[in-house]
C-alpha cells in the first residue's frame, strides 16, 4: 500500500503537468497527498521540516544561475545579436543545408548560455523561413530545434552554462568541465544519430512529394525574414565565448583563491557564530555567475543603445522568466525529498538498487524520474536529493571517479525528459503552431537518441576508462 501511495503523488503530478496545470501549485499538495495517507500527524512537520526546507534550499543555491541566465539571454536578444548569429551560421554552413544550420545555430546559443526557452523563440522565424525556402515539411522543425536546443550542449558537451550541468556539482563536489572527454563523445553520438534521423525523415518526406505544406492552413507562420540592419557576427558571438572563456577561468581561479573552505564574522553588535562556505561544493555555480555576468556585461558594453532601449521592460520579462523556472525545480525538489521520506518510497529505492551497476543504477533512476516530472533539473534534483550519497559509496566502492557520476547523471537527465507532458516541448509546440500528433514523433525519436547516448557514454568509460 506504501508503494502504490508513492505512485499514485508522482502519476498524479505527472497527469497535472501534461494538463498544463502548475507545478509550484501542485507539487506540495501531490507530496502531502502522499504524507496523508501515510501519516496525517506528520502533514505539517513535513511541509515546513522538509519541503519548505529543500525547497528554499535550492532556490538559495541556484536562483543567480537561473536569473543571470535569463536576463543574459534576454539581452542577447533584445541587442540583436542572436538575429546576427543565426544569419550568419545559415550564411556560413548554406541554405541548402537548412536542418544542420539551425541544430547549429541552436547548439551555440544554448552552449553560449542563452535559455532553451529564448532559443525557441529566436530561432523558430529563420527555422520556418529556411524550410519553407527549401521545401521540407515544417512539422520537423520541432524535432530540429529539440536537437540543438534540448541535448548534447544542455548536459552533455562540458563546461556548458545550462543548469542541468551545474546541478550535479553541489552533490559530487565537481565543476562544470565534468568528464570533459566521454562529454564530448557524447555529444558527437547525439549529434551525428540525431543528424541521421532528421535527414532520413526529410529524404522520406521529399520522396513522397511532401512539401512545407500550405501557409494559409499553418498557425504561427512568421513573416519572411527580410533581412535589415544587423551586428557584426564577430562582435555578436563573443559574448558568448566570453562566457565560455570566463566560465573555466572562474572554475580555476576560486578554488586557488578560496581554499577548500572559507569563513568570516558578520560585522553585528554580539558574538554572531561565523559564516562557513564550503567552497569545493560551490566553486563550480560561483564560477558559472560570475561568466554569466561578463556576458552580460559585455553585452551591455558592445550593444548601448538597443540594450538600454529595451532594458526595463526585457529585464523585467526576464526576471518572471527565472522566478518561474526556479520556482517549478525547485517545487519538484521539495516534492522529491517528502517522497523520498516516505516508507512506499524504500519500495522504489530497492528496486532501483537491485541494479548492480553504479553508473546503469544511477542513470536509468535519474532519467525514469525525469521521465516522471517532465523535467531533467527536477528529476535529476529529486534523484540526487534521495540517492546521492548511495550513488557516491557504490562509485567508491568500485573505483569509480565523481566526474564519471557528474556527466551520467547531467546526460541522464536530459534523457526521458521530453516526454510529452515536459514544459519545454509544449512551449516548442505552441511556439511552432504545431501539435504533438503532428511533430511529437521526431522529438521522441530525439529523446530515445538521447537516453542511448548515456549508456554509449557508460560502455566507453568501462572500455577504455577515459574520463
Known amino acids: 500500500m506504501a508503494f502504490v501511495i508513492v505512485l499514485a503523488a508522482l502519476c498524479f503530478l505527472m497527469f497535472v503537468a501534461y494538463r498544463g496545470?502548475?507545478?509550484?501549485l501542485f507539487a506540495p499538495v501531490a507530496a502531502l497527498g502522499a504524507v496523508l495517507l501515510t501519516d496525517p500527524s506528520l502533514v505539517a512537520p513535513m511541509f515546513t521540516g522538509l519541503f519548505m526546507d529543500k525547497m528554499v534550499g535550492f532556490i538559495k543555491l541556484y536562483f543567480p544561475v537561473f536569473l543571470l541566465g535569463a536576463i543574459f539571454g534576454k539581452l542577447i536578444e533584445i541587442s540583436g545579436f542572436s538575429k546576427s548569429i543565426v544569419a550568419s551560421t545559415i550564411k556560413?554552413?548554406?541554405?541548402?543545408?537548412?536542418?544542420?544550420?539551425i541544430v547549429l545555430v541552436c547548439a551555440l546559443l544554448t552552449y553560449g548560455g542563452v535559455s532553451l526557452f529564448v532559443v525557441v523563440f529566436a530561432v523558430y522565424p529563420f527555422a520556418a523561413e529556411l524550410f519553407r525556402q527549401s521545401d521540407i515539411p515544417k512539422r520537423l522543425i520541432p524535432g530540429t530545434i529539440a536537437l540543438g536546443?534540448?541535448?548534447?550542449?544542455?548536459?552533455?558537451?562540458p563546461g556548458t552554462p545550462q543548469i542541468q550541468n551545474i546541478i550535479p556539482t553541489a552533490f559530487f563536489g565537481t565543476d562544470s568541465w565534468a568528464a570533459p572527454v566521454l562529454g564530448v563523445l557524447?555529444?558527437?553520438?547525439?549529434?551525428i544519430v540525431g543528424m541521421t534521423w532528421l535527414e532520413s525523415r526529410r529524404r522520406k518526406a521529399a520522396k513522397a512529394g511532401e512539401g512545407y505544406g500550405d501557409p494559409a492552413t499553418l498557425l504561427n507562420e512568421p513573416p519572411p525574414f527580410t533581412g535589415g540592419k544587423l551586428a557584426n557576427p564577430f562582435v555578436a558571438i563573443?559574448?558568448?565565448?566570453l562566457v565560455g572563456v570566463s566560465n573555466k577561468v572562474f572554475t580555476i581561479w576560486i578554488p586557488q583563491l578560496y581554499g577548500a573552505s572559507h569563513s568570516?564574522?558578520?560585522?553585528?553588535?554580539?558574538?554572531?557564530?561565523?559564516?562557513?562556505?564550503?567552497?569545493s561544493k560551490i566553486a563550480a555555480i560561483w564560477a558559472v555567475q560570475g561568466a554569466l555576468l561578463v556576458g552580460i556585461a559585455s553585452v551591455i558594453a558592445f550593444a548601448w543603445k538597443p540594450v538600454m532601449a529595451s532594458f526595463a521592460e526585457g529585464t523585467k520579462s526576464a526576471v518572471g522568466g527565472a522566478l518561474l523556472a526556479s520556482m517549478n525545480t525547485a517545487s519538484e525538489y521539495g516534492f522529491g525529498a517528502v517522497i523520498a521520506a516516505l516508507p512506499g518510497f524504500l519500495v522504489v529505492a530497492n528496486a532501483l538498487g537491485a541494479i548492480p551497476n553504479p553508473l546503469v543504477n544511477e542513470a536509468v533512476t535519474v532519467t525514469a524520474l525525469a521521465g516522471i516530472t517532465g523535467s531533467a533539473s527536477g528529476g535529476m534534483s529529486i534523484a540526487l536529493a534521495a540517492m546521492a550519497d548511495t550513488f557516491i559509496a557504490n562509485a567508491d566502492a568500485a573505483g569509480i571517479p565523481m566526474e564519471i557520476l557528474h556527466r551520467v547523471a547531467s546526460m541522464a537527465s536530459g534523457g526521458m525528459d521530453t516526454l510529452p507532458h515536459n514544459g519545454a516541448v509544449i512551449t516548442l509546440l505552441a511556439v511552432t503552431g504545431l501539435t504533438h500528433r503532428q511533430a511529437y514523433k521526431d522529438i521522441f525519436a530525439i529523446t530515445v537518441i538521447k537516453t542511448?547516448?548515456?549508456?554509449v557514454v557508460i560502455g566507453l568509460f568501462y572500455a577504455t576508462g577515459w574520463v
Open 21 to 24: 496545470y502548475s507545478v509550484i
Open 92 to 101: 556560413l554552413v548554406g541554405a541548402q543545408r537548412a536542418m544542420l544550420s
Open 149 to 157: 536546443a534540448f541535448t548534447f550542449t544542455m548536459d552533455a558537451l
Open 186 to 191: 557524447g555529444g558527437v553520438f547525439i549529434l
Open 238 to 241: 563573443l559574448p558568448l565565448i
Open 264 to 279: 568570516f564574522e558578520p560585522a553585528v553588535v554580539g558574538n554572531a557564530a561565523p559564516v562557513v562556505q564550503e567552497v
Open 452 to 455: 542511448m547516448a548515456v549508456f
